[in-house]
């Protein structure tokens, strides 16, 4: 009986390891390395987008423009500025988009969950002083707010839900 048990737990160690982790990246943020699953984060979101982008009249304003905001955003200020767009959507985005679909807001809460974990670990990336806030994520994030607070409320928080695939690009291309 000893030795049967023995086997079982070896070989779920051994399937746990050797498993491939589905979806996991590996996300370089200057000194601080996370790994988190965009593939589940963008299943979620592919789920909902085009039920949110519908929902956005604005075309001509970007909230998350990719070349200003977070491409070019140096190694070392990645992680500050993630953490600062995290808190975006867990305190603004998440909690006020508005809808009477049930199904649209369980995937949304699935998001908030996946960026809560994720925001985790850049607390203790921050608490051992490995995701500093220099002039660059400061002043990206205020431009990021600047274009967020220029709409209605909820128009901000639909445009920026709808934009949450520029973010995911953004994260995908880390290495």
Not at 26 to 33: K, P, Y
Not at 97 to 103: F, I, N, R
């Amino acid at each position: 009986m000893k030795g049967s048990g023995l086997l079982c737990f070896l070989s779920a160690v051994f399937c746990l390891f050797w498993t491939p982790s589905a979806g996991l990246k590996t996300l370089h943020l200057g000194n601080c390395v996370i790994t988190t699953s965009l593939q589940g984060i963008r299943s979620g979101f592919l789920e909902i987008r085009d039920n949110v982008q519908a929902k956005d009249e604005i075309i001509d304003i970007r909230i998350l423009r990719k070349t200003q905001s977070l491409q070019d955003t140096k190694p070392a200020d990645q992680c500050c500025l993630l953490r600062h767009i995290l808190r975006l959507y867990l305190d603004r985005v998440f909690k006020n988009y508005q809808t009477p679909d049930h199904h649209t807001l369980r995937k949304i809460s699935g998001l908030a969950n996946s960026f809560l974990t994720i925001k985790k670990d850049l607390r203790l990336c921050h608490a051992h002083m490995t995701c500093p806030c220099g002039e660059e994520a400061t002043e990206k994030f205020s431009q990021i707010m600047s274009h967020f607070e220029k709409l209605q409320p909820q128009a901000a928080v639909v445009k920026a839900l709808g934009e949450l695939d520029i973010l995911l690009q953004w994260l995908e291309e880390m290495d």
